[in-house]
């Protein structure tokens, strides 16, 4: 049983919770160090059966209610792939594993409208790399609310946005890495964390309606080829129409990459 010796009442400490390796990622978004709700993040590290500590993730322009750690993910730097002569090569964002975290009640861009931190968790602890925010930011549509992370993509959902003016049908956006290749053995560099930069926006291509959340889970593959985002408020093509009440919820996968799309 995991529980860190500085917990509040009401902190929320395991709301959200990923692992890569031998590095265990956990939010408390109702932490208080930095004021009501800020939010905070554990990081934890594996040696032998023992689970430490290894660091506290804050941020210096959380607010109250910001919510950091709502959302977490982790994967590793690394991706293998055979080079084109036929030898094997590594094609790599950062030696180490990378983590995301979604601060959905960020007022960066409008009151609420959210953010994502990236690290990459190198042996000297968290190196931050990149606040991502919503390019064209929405009051309240909680940007960050669910994460998914790669090597070389990320996916954010944002369940409450409401586009075309459509209350909480949900939006996800797409950010990309370039990574970098890596040969003889050698290591990316680590001094920084990840940066992704804005790729894509995506909404229900089955159509959306009023309290769909399209954007409410995310995930994507280890390659950043494809994502798959839920709306649990959502009806897809195939969904009954005789049910009362509908929203039996979707999930729709989409290419990311532009040879699978």
Known sequence: VITPPDLTARDEFGGSVSLI????????????????????????????????????????????????????????????????????GQLSQFPDPVIAVGVPGDDDGEDGSGSVYSYALAASGAEFGSKLTNPTPLEDEAFGDAVAIS???????????????????????LFTAAPVLITDGEKGDSSTGPIYNFADAFENPAGFDANDRFGNAVAIDEGGAYAVIGAFGGNGPDSPTDLTGGNTGVAVIIGTDSNNE
């Open 21 to 88: 390796g031998n590095k265990l990622v956990i939010g408390a978004r109702r932490d208080d160090d930095r004021g009501s709700d800020t939010g905070a993040v554990w990081i934890y590290e594996r040696n032998g059966t023992t689970w430490s500590i290894s660091e506290k993730l804050l941020t210096t322009d959380v607010d109250r209610r910001d919510r950091m750690g709502e959302s977490v993910s982790a994967s590793s730097g690394l991706l293998l792939r055979g080079m084109a002569d036929g030898e094997k």
């Open 151 to 173: 090597p070389t993509a990320l996916i954010v959902g944002a369940p409450l946005s409401a586009p075309s003016d459509v209350t909480n049908a949900g939006k996800a956006s």
